[in-house]
């Protein structure tokens, strides 16, 4: 079985302060991992992925994340934040069973609110 | 180039009436994924297709909901005698084939059942 948990439901930081948004999964498999980003009345935008590669992936927006096999975490990060990184973040582990079915699994989000 | 297209956009029915949601994805892409997402919950994976075939239908909600592709492009989802659970927003994702591959997801579908 697999799961992501996110950490933290809510988080707010100062525009130009780091932002770090966390993630711990769960699965049977090598697993892929993705963060998703979700603005207000807007589709999901992929920020970055993890598919077993370098384990510091650097995204779009100045975002990166590490992968860390220990301790199960795939946490999202970015040096200083800004106004228009206001949304929902959403990180995803994706599994392919030995028969090939994909299992998908999406964490239940992190709002993030930059303060003025 | 054109994205993943979704229509409608909004969908406002009654209890018990049936909807059809549509996907357009990428085109060239393989894989073909729904998801909802309801007020206050994360994400639902409900079933991907690869090509025509879904191979896995577990993450349907309940048996009013089925799934279907044709051509190996669009995809209809479809919701019979709906519920006011139902409500939420239906996306839709594509991707060049399934397995490791970067989805790209439409704008959502978003349905309001009286």
């Known amino acids: 079985a697999q799961s992501v948990t996110q950490l933290d439901s809510h988080v707010s930081v100062s525009e130009g302060t780091p932002v770090l948004l966390r993630c711990n999964y769960s699965s049977s498999y090598s697993p892929s991992l993705f963060w998703y980003v979700q603005h207000p009345n807007k589709g999901l935008q992929l920020l970055l992925k993890?598919?077993?590669?370098?384990?510091l992936v650097k995204g779009i927006n100045g975002f990166e994340a590490e992968f860390k096999k220990s301790e199960t975490s795939f946490h999202l990060t970015k040096p200083s934040a800004h106004m228009s990184d206001a949304a929902e973040y959403f990180c995803v582990v994706r599994t392919l069973s030995n028969f090939g079915n994909e299992k998908l699994t999406f964490g239940t989000g992190t709002r993030l609110t930059i303060i003025p | 180039g054109a994205g993943v297209s979704q229509s409608p956009s909004n969908k406002v029915t009654e209890k018990g009436k049936d909807v059809e949601l549509r996907c357009d994805p990428i085109s060239g892409h393989t894989a073909l994924y729904w998801y909802r997402q309801s007020l206050g919950q994360g994400l639902e994976f409900l079933i991907y297709?690869?090509?025509?075939?879904?191979?896995?239908k577990s993450g349907l909600p309940s048996d009013r909901f089925s799934a279907e592709r044709t051509g190996g492009s669009v995809s209809t989802l479809t919701i019979q005698r709906t519920q006011q659970e139902d409500s939420a927003v239906y996306l839709c994702?594509?991707?060049?084939?399934?397995?490791?591959?970067?989805?790209?997801f439409g704008p959502g579908t978003r349905l309001l059942v009286l």
């Open positions: 297709f690869q090509g025509n075939s879904a191979p896995d």
């Open positions: 994702a594509s991707s060049l084939y399934r397995g490791g591959e970067t989805q790209y």
């Open positions: 993890y598919t077993s590669a370098a384990t």
